[in-house]
């Protein structure tokens, strides 16, 4: 009955090795987002698509990249990773541009361990 | 910017009580979204309930209603009749209608319900 799924959920990679996280809806929804939540934090925004058009948040590291081939998937590109960036990653979609009558659905997020 | 404040890192009540859970924010618009948004240990984030700013009526669902104070900023949660499937971290999230499909989160509080 999922309908954002992320995979994989649990991912463990090495300082600097690059790692792909994807996320893929069944709701055809026009707008997908990337989020990235730390223990005990608020998630906090990446970038989203709009259709094919990429947003990206102005403090957003470089080392962030996202990729969405089609309306179904969407993929997040860490280039070098570092012990930072080890969080829970949430990917949710929207259908338009998220609104009262159309709020985020999440997946169950892909937990990323830097060693 | 806009901001949101959820003052409680924890709570706990005792199945079948009713709790409150408190969210500020801070913005300067007349018109926006806000949503109160739970997830469950190791489980996908999911909508418990949304307000349009400009509806003066309190949003019900079910045994989840919250105490919209828009003079105050205000947006609580009360959940009555506590179940132990409520137990979760809970999330105040604001958002502006038409501004980057952005949902701001607060912190979160954690949930706990006691048998």
């Known amino acids: 009955d999922a309908m954002v799924i992320q995979n994989p959920r649990y991912q463990v990679t090495q300082f600097g090795k690059p790692v792909t996280l994807s996320c893929s809806q069944t709701?055809?929804?026009?707008?997908m987002y990337w989020y990235q939540q730390k223990s005990s934090q608020a998630p906090k925004l990446l970038f989203h698509y709009y259709d094919k058009d990429f947003n990206n948040e102005a403090d957003t590291p470089d080392n962030f990249q996202s990729r969405r081939p089609n309306t179904s998937f969407c993929f997040l590109d860490i280039r070098s990773p570092g012990l930072g960036d080890t969080a829970m990653y949430l990917c949710?979609?929207?259908?338009?541009?998220?609104?009262?009558?159309?709020?985020?659905?999440f997946g169950n997020g892909t937990r990323l361990t830097v060693t | 910017a806009q901001t949101v404040t959820q003052s409680q890192p924890e709570m706990s009540v005792q199945e079948a009580e009713t709790v409150t859970l408190s969210c500020t924010y801070d913005t300067s618009e007349n018109n926006y979204y806000l949503f109160w948004y739970k997830q469950p240990p190791s489980r996908q984030m999911i909508l418990v309930i949304r307000?349009?700013?400009?509806?003066?009526q309190n949003a019900t669902e079910n045994r989840f209603s919250v105490n919209f104070q828009k003079a105050a900023k205000s947006f609580s949660l009360k959940i009555s009749d506590s179940q132990l499937g409520d137990t979760a971290m809970y999330f105040c999230a604001f958002m502006k209608p038409r501004y980057g499909n952005k949902l701001v989160f607060g912190a979160g509080t954690i949930l706990r319900v006691k048998s």
């Open positions: 307000q349009e700013a400009y509806k003066q």
């Open positions: 709701l055809n929804h026009n707008v």
């Open positions: 949710a979609t929207s259908r338009q541009g998220g609104s009262y009558n159309s709020p985020l659905h």
